[in-house]
């Protein structure tokens, strides 16, 4: 798995912007209570993994509500999982801040 915004962009040692390929499209997300919410993550993630703009995705809660996915995440621990579809992708919600978008082939 890239770490978050490595399917995007990393930096060259002059600091440079590298630009480089993710063959498989899969993208990854960080949440925390600081950073924005797990629905929010969930939203940007299958933005990019399927390059669309996040305001052409259908809303979240056709498939989730966003209210509750936030809750179990704030109020649950580590070893929380939650997986769905949403946007074309298979998305997996991990209690440890991390939202995983996968294209579905």
Do not use: K, W
């Not at 998305?91 to 082939?105: K, N």
């Amino acid at each position: 798995m890239n770490a978050p915004d490595e399917s995007i962009e990393a930096l060259m040692d002059d600091g440079t912007p590298a630009e480089f390929e993710n063959p498989h499209g899969v993208v990854e997300r960080r949440y925390d209570s600081g950073d924005g919410s797990p629905s929010e993550a969930v939203v940007y993630a299958v933005a990019e993994a399927v390059n669309v703009d996040p305001l052409e995705l259908d809303p979240l809660h056709g498939t989730v509500d966003p209210d509750a996915l936030d809750a179990l995440f704030r109020n649950g621990d580590d070893s929380t999982l939650l997986s769905f579809s949403y946007g074309g992708c298979d998305v997996s919600v991990s209690g440890q801040g991390r939202v995983v978008a996968a294209p579905q082939q």
